[in-house]
């Protein structure tokens, strides 16, 4: 019987699909693995083929070319190197309409030697995976190299029952390979929650995330290991490819003992969420395979938010900016354009919009003859500039990066075909006032604990940007304050409405003003319509506008009367 055992924690970043590229990561891994003395190494969740996979695991082929690519792996390990676990998924027998388990396999000695399903299948918020998976039966502890080890995938250690029955079935270490997403907090949630699992069974554990973006979610890794005491003893870096040894000993009761080894820093409060801005883009523009993206820089807070972390995710070169000023346009706001560009690097255009301004007066002249102008000839600014950027987009080949923060989307502050045409937004679920707090923060420096960023270390922007009070600028004098409540009162009440689910007799009852607690909820759920047709946008909060959040379109119920 062996005393000591080193395992490898190797936190991937995915490519969705990408199998023949991801099983290379895999197998560079394990190398590293086998150059490092390990003797199994541990993948997340789903490793093959990325996660999440929503309905393309309804397709057959998809299926069995994970099921091959598994195959391929276990035939590595013949060389004698280090024992694999990966993440996968695979076709059952009682599976109704094509679905399918999510697995891990044990790999070892030139064949699959086991096979783990995950239980618990989250079906809330960003998660839906009963809609294509099916459950897998309480499972049994898999012996690796002579360890007992029980495997829980993502959520089931997120509930006691699994840890449990392995801990009865005589499991000496829990493992989870997980894809567990980034949100505000979820690094002590998740902490929790495998703290929780040690202190019931007395096992140590360890969890190897996933890192890297994927769509809407990001992943920040931050994998991690436990001892029997719950007390962190190992913890690889967070937002960055990572490996890592585990090395296992037995104490003088023969149970094996995690033994301490280094514990990275982790980004936290404005840090973390400008690295999942920042992995989010980087990944979605990359693994899409964009050359670079385009940005339209109006010289207000927003844009300018949107290309610094478009420069710090993709580098300058690869940034493009385009100042479209009309006669509403301020002199502050060419400038601050400006010097935003300058700072950051990248190329900035100026077109002006006042030509296609007239074009379009003179085309509608006969339908508005006796209508005042409104906010309809204000929309139609912005879907000018919406064809301008569209239309570069198509000819340059690069992404175009909307700018609109979550406060505006929330109250459809924003206009449809105009400045929310493009393929992704980093502000989607971030507030005004958060824009504001990373703005300055962001012209500090670079942040602490975000690797790789490409821009520069000094201000991205002039502080002219940050004080001035926003504007759309699509007419005379205007003010975003003319429309809505101070961005303070605004965004407390939508976090309110949108990510604790309160009801407006709820907030009016923390003394917030009824008349604008109930034309905020009226706003919040007319613009539904607006959102369904929202580019994507990288998570941040609990519940951002998307897959966290499905409100109906005609909605007639309202929680708080004027």
């Known amino acids: 019987m062996t005393d000591t055992l080193s395992l490898w924690l190797a936190q991937l970043n995915p490519t969705l699909g990408a199998l023949d590229a991801n099983v290379a990561a895999i197998r560079a891994a394990r190398a590293r693995a086998a150059d490092a003395g390990a003797d199994i190494v541990l993948t997340p969740e789903m490793s093959i083929l990325g996660y999440p996979p929503e309905d393309l695991v ?4 998809f299926v069995a070319a994970v099921e091959a690519a598994v195959a391929d792996l276990a035939r590595d390990t013949a060389d004698g190197g280090p024992a694999l676990i990966v993440g996968g998924c695979r076709q059952v027998a009682d599976a109704a309409d094509h679905r399918v388990r999510n697995s891990v396999f044990v790999l070892d000695a030139g064949r699959i030697q086991a096979v783990r399903d995950k239980v618990e299948l989250p079906n809330y918020g960003v998660f839906d995976e009963k809609r294509v998976f099916v459950p897998g039966p309480l499972p049994e502890p898999v012996t690796v190299r002579g ?4 495997l829980m995938i993502c ?3 997120w509930v006691a029952p699994v840890a449990a029955h392995l801990a009865a079935q005589g499991a000496e270490m829990l493992a989870v390979p997980t894809c567990s997403p980034y949100e505000i907090a979820k690094i002590d949630q998740r902490l929790a929650h495998a703290r929780a699992r040690v202190a019931e069974t007395g096992l140590p ?4 995330n996933q890192v890297g973006g994927q769509d809407e979610l990001a992943f920040d890794g931050a994998s991690f290991t436990l001892d029997a005491t719950g007390r962190l003893v190992g913890r690889l870096p967070a937002w960055q490819d990572a490996e890592g040894l585990c090395r296992l000993a037995r104490d003088g009761n023969g149970a094996w003992a995690p033994r301490p080894g280094d514990v990275a820093a982790l980004p936290g409060g404005l840090d973390e969420i400008y690295a999942a801005m920042v992995t989010g883009l980087r990944d979605y523009v990359t693994k899409v395979g964009f050359p670079g993206v385009l940005v339209g820089l109006s010289g207000g807070i927003d844009s300018a938010l949107s290309a610094a972390v478009a420069v710090d995710a993709l580098g300058p070169e690869a940034v493009r900016t385009v100042m479209m000023p009309s006669p509403y346009t301020s002199r502050a706001s060419l400038e601050d354009a400006a010097e935003c560009a300058r700072l950051l690097g990248c190329r900035l255009d100026e077109i002006p919009i006042a030509p296609a301004m007239d074009g379009f007066d003179q085309m509608l002249a006969p339908l508005f003859e006796g209508r005042a102008a409104d906010t309809t000839e204000e929309n139609i600014q912005s879907r000018i500039r919406g064809v301008i950027l569209m239309a570069l987009s198509n000819k340059l080949g690069s992404m175009l990066l ?3 923060n979550k406060s505006e989307l929330a109250v459809g502050y924003a206009t449809l075909y105009g400045d929310m045409a493009g393929g992704y937004s980093v502000l989607k679920d971030v507030y005004k006032t958060q ?8 012209n500090k420096g670079h942040p602490q604990g975000v690797p790789g960023l490409k821009g520069p270390q000094g201000p991205v922007m002039p502080e002219r940007v940050i004080t001035k009070p926003p504007s759309a600028e699509l007419r005379a004098d205007q003010k975003d304050e003319d429309s ?11 976090t309110g409405l949108v990510d604790t689910e309160a009801g407006g007799e709820d907030l009016i009852a923390q003394g917030f003003d009824r008349a604008t607690v109930a034309k905020v909820e009226h706003l919040l759920y007319v613009a539904e319509y607006k959102r369904r047709q929202a580019p994507p946008g990288v998570k941040i909060t609990r519940r951002n506008f998307g897959r966290d959040r499905r409100y109906p379109l005609v909605n007639r119920f309202r929680t708080a009367r004027p």
């Open 402 to 404: 909307t700018t609109g």
């Open 435 to 442: 824009v504001f707090a990373l703005c300055r923060h962001r």
């Open 155 to 157: 959520e089931d250690m």
């Open 484 to 494: 809505l409540p101070p961005y303070e009162v605004l965004d407390a009440i939508l």
């Open 147 to 150: 360890l007992r080890l029980g």
């Open 205 to 208: 554990l360890v969890f190897c």
């Open 58 to 61: 309804l397709k057959p082929a």
